[in-house]
C-alpha cells in the first residue's frame, strides 16, 4: 500500500488487507478524537480502545485478470454490505490505487 502511505499516511494508523479468493478487501484503521462528554470518565480509555481496533471498511476488489484490472465494489455503511461502483474515470474496474483514493473518503 505505498499509494496509501504516500497520499494518505496522516488518516491512519494501518491499513490492512485480506485476500478470500478473487476479492481483496482493504480496511483502515484510525485513532479516535476525544471521547464525548456523555462517556464516564472511568470509561474513556475503554471508549478510545474499542474505536482504535475497529476497522473502517473501506472497499473489496475483485481481480480480473491484471495487476491493473480490479472490479471495485464500496462498502457501504448504510446498507453494511460492499456495492458495485464505479471509478472516477467512469469505469467499474481499474486499479487499486484508483478505488483506495475513492474509498478514502471515509478517512476524512
Known amino acids: 500500500m505505498t499509494y496509501a502511505a504516500k497520499h494518505?499516511?496522516?488518516k491512519y494508523t494501518r491499513i490492512e488487507v485480506?485476500?478470500?479468493g478473487r476479492y481483496c478487501f482493504i480496511d483502515a484503521?484510525?485513532?479516535p478524537g476525544s471521547p464525548p462528554a456523555?462517556?464516564?470518565e472511568g470509561q474513556r480509555?475503554?471508549?478510545i480502545e474499542s474505536l482504535r481496533t475497529?476497522?473502517?471498511h473501506l472497499c473489496r476488489l475483485a481481480y480480473l485478470g491484471s495487476a491493473d484490472r480490479w472490479g471495485f465494489a464500496f462498502y457501504t455503511y448504510s446498507n453494511e454490505r460492499y456495492e458495485p461502483s464505479?471509478?472516477?474515470?467512469g469505469s467499474p474496474q481499474g486499479t487499486p490505487e484508483e478505488a483506495f483514493a475513492v474509498s478514502a473518503i471515509y478517512l476524512d
Not at 464505479?86 to 474515470?89: D, N, W
Open 54 to 56: 475497529t476497522p473502517t
Open 29 to 31: 484503521y484510525t485513532e
Open 8 to 10: 494518505y499516511q496522516a
Open 86 to 89: 464505479f471509478l472516477p474515470s
Open 38 to 40: 456523555h462517556i464516564p
Open 18 to 20: 485480506r485476500f478470500r
Open 45 to 47: 480509555d475503554e471508549w
